[in-house]
């Protein structure tokens, strides 16, 4: 065979897709006999053409298409699809074949992340996007023609070349979406992908269209778990603090002897108020970034002031993350991310009225980020049902959207430098790169040739 790359085949047959969404058309005779067009037929093809095709995944699905009958073996393929999720971490598509090959395509740290491996039993990683997770639609686009390969999110491009001497990606098991059963090689997440997938094509097939016009006379073989074909509207809403100024102000019961308050938060500054409330008796509870660590400011009646620091790791690094605070008698109790850290001491509370979030006490800095799932003693309101006394300042706050800007991405600091930044501006780490200046780009050696 010409197209031979050095390895046995074993009996893989060259797999190429057909193009499913062209034979709507070709087997959609327009024209009838009496020369008048075929309304029904007409009607398909609009359909087909105005209407997204889509699936939802709630974290336990997956789809698989299996290779056994129908192995895949390709010098070249395109794939490409939009998305929108909340969750950081997922399994988008993964399928290998029994001779090393692999193709792994996840979301890890809300970046999309593709490994793959030809058979040379040397893996490419290829890395592209950022803040994936925000529940808004991206567009992905994955092109490979032999060993060149492109990756594009959002139209963000970057180009590389795999690794090894062979160009076939060779496939002959089950070709997973939306997750697989179990650990794979190739795979850095564990996580099946929680959110929607849309217009899914592999080269010129619309995967999710056949998959929900399959009948008997279809060559895709394919089982499904868990998979629906509507992509509801999860009253995720996500509301962002534009300004160090802005901030909300919500009501809670008053007069009681707990509290109980839960948010989600992400951000690149290190120093922001997330909570302020002030309690009906003597004192007051604080809840903040320093530094990019979380720690609680509290006082009450009869006790000296306490600030209580009990992560060391930092959370201003741009991914979501989830806070509880809960006080009773002598008991309060910090959760960050699943992880609690209790405290117990003299503690005696009856709440206030108003909570602030994200700033409005003066003296403190105010929290520039997105926050969300904002819920003050077991309720929560939607941040586009605040009314205007419930926040400041009207374009300052803005509701339905995460607008943060990853500055860090693609990294614009040369010579192995670390990018920090903060929501207006980036630095470059240049220590121990031999390098200087804004992006690490000046030497800081000067060597002379005699």
Not at 270 to 280: D, R, S
Not at 368 to 376: L, R
Request: proline content about 3%.
């Amino acid at each position: 065979m010409s197209h031979y790359d050095g390895r046995s085949s074993k009996g893989v047959k060259v797999q190429v897709l057909t193009i499913f969404n062209l034979t709507l058309f070709f087997n959609c005779k327009i024209l009838t006999y009496a020369n008048f067009p075929n309304f029904s037929c007409l009607f398909k093809i609009l359909l087909f053409i105005s209407v997204a095709d889509n699936l939802y995944f709630n974290g336990s699905s997956l789809l698989r298409w299996d290779l056994m009958r129908d192995p895949i073996a390709a010098l070249r393929e395109s794939i490409r699809f939009r998305f929108r999720t909340s969750t950081a971490d997922g399994v988008i598509m993964y399928s290998r074949g029994s001779q090393g090959d692999y193709f792994a395509l996840q979301l890890k740290d809300n970046r999309m992340l593709l490994n793959i491996d030809l058979g040379s039993g040397m893996m490419t990683s290829l890395s592209v996007g950022s803040l994936l997770d925000d529940n808004l639609w991206h567009d992905v686009v994955i092109s490979r023609n032999r060993r060149e390969i492109v990756f594009s999110v959002d139209r963000v491009m970057i180009q590389g070349t795999i690794k090894g001497e062979f160009a076939r990606l060779n496939l002959n098991r089950g070709f997973y979406i939306g997750g697989v059963p179990n650990k794979q090689v190739g795979l850095s997440v564990v996580q099946n992908f929680t959110g929607c997938m849309e217009n899914l094509y592999l080269n010129s097939t619309n995967f999710i269209y056949e998959i929900k016009n399959h009948d008997e006379y279809s060559p895709i073989v394919y089982d499904r778990v868990n998979t629906f074909h509507n992509c509801p509207d999860l009253p995720i809403i996500p509301v962002t603090f534009l300004t160090d100024n802005s901030h909300a102000k919500l009501r809670g019961y008053e007069g009681i002897k707990t509290m109980n308050v839960s948010l989600n938060f992400r951000t690149y500054e290190e120093n922001g108020l997330l909570m302020y409330h002030k309690f009906t008796s003597d004192g007051f509870v604080k809840l903040f970034l320093q530094g990019g660590k979380v720690k609680i400011e509290i006082v009450t009646g009869g006790n000296p002031r306490t600030i209580l620091d009990n992560y060391d790791e930092l959370f201003n690094d741009g991914k979501w993350h989830h806070v509880i605070l809960s006080i009773q008698t002598n008991k309060l109790v910090l959760n960050i991310d699943g992880r609690p850290m209790t405290t117990e001491r003299l503690l005696s509370i009856s709440t206030g009225l108003v909570y602030f979030i994200a700033g409005g006490e003066p003296g403190n800095k105010g929290f520039i980020g997105c926050m969300g799932q904002i819920t003050i003693d077991g309720n929560y309101k939607l941040p586009t049902d605040w009314k205007e006394e419930e926040y400041c300042c009207k374009d300052e706050v803005l509701f339905d959207a995460c607008h943060m800007i990853d500055r860090c991405n693609p990294n614009p600091c040369k010579h192995g430098g670390v990018c920090r930044q903060t929501s207006l501006e980036f630095y470059c780490d240049c220590s121990d790169t031999g390098y200087s200046g804004a992006v690490c780009h000046i030497c800081k050696y000067v060597f002379i040739i005699e």
